[in-house]
């Protein structure tokens, strides 16, 4: 036999063999897994709940049994969570029920289970009287962006800063200019959002008048 034909008997063979393996391997093998089911975590009466998209598996996170309304003075307890790229943590903002929202609300960082909850941005002087407000994580999962609003009186200053998860690096990435409420006490600008583009090369804000619900801007 010659060499040529020697090399074509043995690629038939390869065929066979491969064709023949294939063709034995269990139909279980050759088909991916199934996705995992995606979580939601929310806000439900100053608590934080979680359950799958289908609606299973619902757990209440954070202040179990804890259960509060929005009342006269804004809403209380454990609200706006955002799960970090991993979906290991979450980061959310806590109003205290023995205060205004207006004067103050803490950041929290927390495993996405509810378990290890802590406060950042705490102890901090320049930052007290300040109300945090619609924290996200930046597109690695490195940092968070959020708002921040200080009032003094009648003058208050928004703001978007950055900081580490472990409240580090704080860094102030735009300020609003300083408003300060005046007769008829019907228009008063600030920043109520902020979000990184997935690039995190650009950063929309939205600022909102705080008397009126449909006097909004991109």
């Not at 063709?23 to 199934?34: D, F, G, I, M, V």
């Not at 995992?36 to 996170?61: F, P, T």
């Not at 580490?164 to 008063?188: C, H, I, M």
Request: with cysteine; charged share 20%.
């Amino acid at each position: 036999m010659s060499s040529s034909a020697a090399r074509f008997v043995f690629a038939v063979a390869c065929l066979l063999v491969l064709a023949f393996s294939r063709a034995s391997t269990p139909a279980s093998a050759l088909t991916p897994p199934p996705p995992e089911k995606a979580q939601i975590v929310y806000s439900n009466g100053g608590r934080l709940v979680s359950m799958g998209a289908d609606g299973s598996n619902r757990a209440v996170l954070t202040r179990e049994g804890k259960v509060t309304w929005p009342g006269p003075v804004g809403q209380t307890g454990d609200f706006a969570p955002a799960v970090s790229p991993d979906g290991q943590r979450m980061v959310f903002v806590r109003a205290n029920p023995n205060r205004s929202y207006e004067d103050e609300t803490r950041l929290m960082v927390a495993f996405v289970d509810g378990s290890g909850v802590r406060e950042i941005l705490a102890n901090r002087p320049n930052l007290t009287r300040s109300r945090r407000q619609s924290p996200h994580w930046t597109p690695e999962g490195s940092r968070l962006v959020l708002v921040k609003e200080q009032t003094r009186g009648r003058k208050s200053v928004s703001s978007v800063i950055t900081i580490a998860a472990d409240g580090s690096g704080l860094e102030t990435l735009f300020t609003y200019p300083a408003q300060v409420d005046k007769p008829p006490f019907n228009r008063r600008l600030a920043l109520r959002g902020a979000q990184l583009s997935p690039d995190g090369s650009k950063l929309l804000v939205e600022v909102d008048n705080v008397y009126m619900d449909d006097d909004s801007h991109l």
